[in-house]
């Protein structure tokens, strides 16, 4: 701790501290009073009580040394960064911190100007501004969001990371109140025909990225998403409006959106033939693997946290499927041989996070952790060798297998999946 | 694309949102009713805890009318995606030679000069693949060849969308297509030939057959 040695005492801590004690005659040198000041203020800084604090203001911002940052996977117009999950507490991520993906960088769209379009098999296309959609009544729902290629970096028989953070694993995961307007109150305005099963939800950024849903879907839950944990959606995820689909891989949830074409049949764009396939090592690919299947991840304690003694922790983590709600999350400290049901933070909601906790008394021996989500349809999220025996070693989107810590014997925290398989 | 007669009775969403937010209600009351004993079910609360879908209120007109008819032109003006059957494929042609130019102009910069050699996508590997593909291009696993129009269309070149004409994307996606061997280098891409190009991968895609989180995992 700073403020330790009298060398970084600040003037003000050495008069606050001392004065009263060396006008009772205790303190008879200086270095008697260095000794206690360094036992009654640990910090270098004023004290606070002595001096007036900041006015208020327009805006707020962390505390200076409180900077979570997201991790940028690279400088490029197709990228991404990924939320800091081992700094966050409960479920909703901070806007500024929600993880991107962007395929052609973040479109600058006015609000007044933006316009989505809504034509194909319907009775009445029509155009919406912003105000519009706006007018209508409106929902608010919280819901993960993650990006299908989340976990990715860890699905490697040969090459499995062991100094890898949680962050740099499943930081393509965030969770938010959004709000809007249901797809399926547009839809009924513009009159869907029969025969129809299938949108196409464009986006207004350089990429015009396009993604084709079930009717089916949209119709159930979808959303017209304008507004994010209390303001409206940021640039990054969308501004003004991007379609919302609860549970469904995070590519489909298009930004900018400019465009639905109510159709009937997928229109096979890039980013649903070459890309967010899954080549299963049968011969065949699966298309269209929307739904984002149950998952659960450890955040605390995590690589490179370092346990500093043995005794009482509490592991936490973060549990979600796309399919409903978490109704079990277990831990094993034990490297998998035995499980204990962890408890759940309510209020436990539909294709949300959920923070999982449980309280380990750690012995100072080596071990491996783990967790596994069980979701309201019954599915255990599964074992990496069983995805591996299901689909081969060359997909690379839905890598929703159990995560593992390993905690060596002096308290070092890395990845430890790699010494399980 | 086509007009099909007589609307989808959407009310039978409205119904089936409404019963699902007095469902939610009585699961409220039987989850909580026990231990507290003063929760109310209200079916006026929407968004509770069964985090369902809302339906409209009761009350609501048949149409709010917000926003404004679509024009047809306004329509064709957006309408630009393309489909395998190539409904959206614009007039125009275009040859492997042009595209050659084409491909040399704007593309070999991000592509490489035999679209091999990035440093973004791979477009080109016609090495066919029985288990899975050790990399992945047009060559060896697009299933469509309508799909580069629509994405060249919409996303490329990448730092100048929108600036290729019509019979320019038809050229280059005629000479993507020769390089990754799918079609001669006299062939002519247009919209009646384009959506006929049978692409090697076509046969693998097959639709999500995972099962609904029963059963053995998929």
Redesign the interface.
Same mark, same amino acid.
């Given at each position: 701790m700073p403020g330790k040695e009298g060398s970084k005492l600040s003037r003000r801590a050495w008069i606050t501290t001392t004065s009263g004690v060396i006008a009772a005659g205790l303190v008879r040198s200086q270095s008697d009073a260095i000794k206690l000041v360094a036992q009654e203020a640990p910090t270098a800084g004023p004290d606070p009580t002595k001096v007036p604090g900041r006015l208020v203001s327009e805006v707020g911002r962390r505390a200076a040394a409180e900077q979570p940052r997201r991790l940028i996977r690279a400088e490029a117009?197709?990228s991404s960064s990924r939320t800091p999950l081992a700094d966050l507490m409960g479920t909703i991520t901070p806007a500024d911190l929600h993880f991107e993906r962007h395929? @052609?960088g973040i479109p600058d769209i006015k609000f007044e100007d933006h316009e989505l379009? $809504?034509? !194909?098999?319907v009775?009445?296309?029509? $155009? #919406? /501004?912003m105000s519009?959609?706006m +007018?209508?009544?409106q $929902?608010?729902?919280?819901h993960f969001l993650e990006c299908s290629g989340n976990g990715g970096g860890i699905y490697n028989r040969e090459r499995m990371p062991s100094e890898i953070t949680v962050q740099a694993i499943d930081g393509l995961l965030s969770t938010s109140e959004w709000t809007g307007v249901?797809v399926?109150?547009i839809? %009924?305005?513009v009159?869907? %025909? %029969? !025969? @129809?099963s299938w949108i196409?939800a464009?986006g207004g950024d350089?990429? $015009?990225?396009?993604r084709s849903v079930p009717l089916d879907k949209v119709?159930?839950?979808g959303m017209l998403a304008y507004g994010q944990n209390g303001e409206r959606i940021r640039p990054g995820q969308g501004y003004p409006v991007r379609l919302f689909l609860p549970g469904y891989e995070g590519n489909t949830n298009v930004k900018w959106l +400019?465009?639905i074409?109510v159709?009937?049949?997928p229109?096979?764009?890039?980013d649903e033939?070459?890309k967010y396939?899954d080549?299963? !090592?049968?011969?065949?690919?699966?298309? #269209?693997?929307?739904?984002m299947?149950?998952k659960s991840v450890i955040t605390f304690p995590s690589y490179p946290y370092v346990l500093p003694d043995r005794g009482w922790w509490e592991i936490q983590g973060l549990a979600w499927?796309g399919?409903g709600?978490i109704t079990k999350v277990e831990v094993s400290t034990d490297g998998g041989r035995r499980w204990v049901t962890a408890a759940l933070q309510g209020?436990v909601?539909? /294709?949300?996070t959920v923070r999982f906790r449980h309280l380990f008394e750690w012995d100072g021996s080596e071990t491996i952790i783990l967790s596994r989500a069980t979701?309201e349809? !019954?599915?255990v999220q599964?074992t990496i060798e069983?995805?591996w025996?299901?689909?081969?070693? @060359?997909t690379s989107y839905h890598q929703n297998h159990q995560r593992a810590w390993k905690i060596a014997s002096g308290g070092e925290v890395t990845f430890g999946l790699g010494d399980l398989v | 694309m086509t007009r099909v007669p007589s609307s989808i009775p959407l009310g039978r969403h409205l119904v089936a949102f409404r019963m699902v937010v007095v469902i939610g209600a009585a699961v409220l009351l039987g989850a909580c009713g026990s231990s507290s004993g003063s929760v109310e079910a209200d079916a006026s609360v929407v968004g509770d805890l069964s985090g369902t879908p809302e339906g409209l209120p009761a009350h609501s007109p048949s149409r709010f009318d917000f926003g404004a008819e679509a024009s047809d032109a306004r329509v064709a003006m957006w309408d630009i995606d393309v489909r395998p059957d190539g409904v959206g494929l614009p007039a125009g042609s275009g040859t492997v030679a042009e595209g050659e130019q084409v491909y040399m102009i704007h593309c070999i910069a991000c592509h490489g000069p035999t679209g091999i050699e990035g440093p973004n996508d791979r477009l080109v590997n016609s090495e066919q693949w029985d288990a899975f593909p050790r990399s992945r291009a047009i060559g060896n696993y697009w299933p469509y060849a309508t799909t580069l129009y629509d994405y060249v269309r919409k996303a490329m070149p990448q730092l100048t969308p929108g600036i290729l004409t019509h019979d320019q994307v038809y050229s280059v996606i005629a000479y993507v297509l020769y390089l990754n061997e799918i079609i001669t280098a006299d062939a002519v891409m247009d919209a009646r030939s384009l959506p006929q190009v049978v692409m090697p991968a076509r046969d693998k895609f097959v639709m999500d057959d995972r099962l609904g989180g029963v059963g053995p995992i998929r």
């Open positions: 117009l197709s395929h @052609a379009l $809504v034509h !194909g098999m009775d009445r296309p029509m $155009v #919406f /501004k519009d959609l +007018r209508y009544p $929902v608010s729902r919280t249901p399926s109150t839809l %009924r305005e009159g869907v %025909r %029969r !025969g @129809a196409l464009e350089s990429a $015009v990225m396009s119709m159930d839950d +400019r465009r074409e159709t009937d049949r229109t096979h764009t890039r033939t070459s396939t080549p299963l !090592g049968d011969g065949t690919v699966r298309q #269209f693997s929307l739904m299947d149950a499927s399919r709600r209020p909601l539909p /294709k949300a979701d349809t !019954g599915y599964p069983q995805l025996d299901a689909r081969g070693p @060359a | -």
